[in-house]
């Protein structure tokens, strides 16, 4: 087994030793004859990031301002939706409910009546018959509506 002191001087010999780099060791650095000196800026550039995903701070920053009209709820509003939802689990199956809901597609608060197909707890989400589907996170009001 290695000791701590063996690895030491392994690791010392290996990386401390600048003896075959006397020769150049304190030369001067090259200066090209045939091209311009590279700004320091562009120098720097060579060894920014890689900006593989073209247009993507520009979809942030358009998704970002559909958000901008998005109240997120306080802890008593999910409450009250959990409550309103476990209510509505325990009473007639396939109620028909009136939610309003931010579209995250639109940016806006929306309205939307259906009947109540099943909750997905584990999606987080609302299906209804016709199959559209609410995020329970983006609920702001639940109402049981009527079948008209």
Do not use: C
Not at 35 to 63: C, I, N, W
Not at 125 to 132: A, C, P, V
Request: without cysteine; proline residues 3%; hydrophobic residues 30%.
């Amino acid at each position: 087994m290695i000791e701590n002191e063996d690895l030491l001087k392994i690791e010392k010999s290996l990386f401390s030793d600048t003896a075959k780099y006397r020769d150049i060791i304190n030369t001067p650095r090259h200066v090209s004859q045939a091209h311009t000196p590279m700004t320091t800026e562009d120098r720097a550039a060579q060894f920014s990031p890689f900006a593989a995903l073209t247009g993507y701070h520009q979809l942030l920053v358009k998704v970002g301002e559909k958000y901008d009209h998005k109240t997120y709820p306080t802890a008593e509003m999910r409450h009250r939706i959990r409550v309103q939802l476990a209510i509505i689990e325990r009473g007639q199956s396939h109620p028909m409910l009136r939610v309003e809901f931010f579209n995250g597609k639109t940016g806006f608060y929306e309205e939307y009546k259906g009947q109540l197909k099943r909750i997905d707890h584990h999606g987080h989400h609302l299906i209804f018959d016709d199959g559209t589907r609410i995020i329970i996170q983006n609920i702001r009001k639940i109402k049981r509506g009527q079948q008209n």
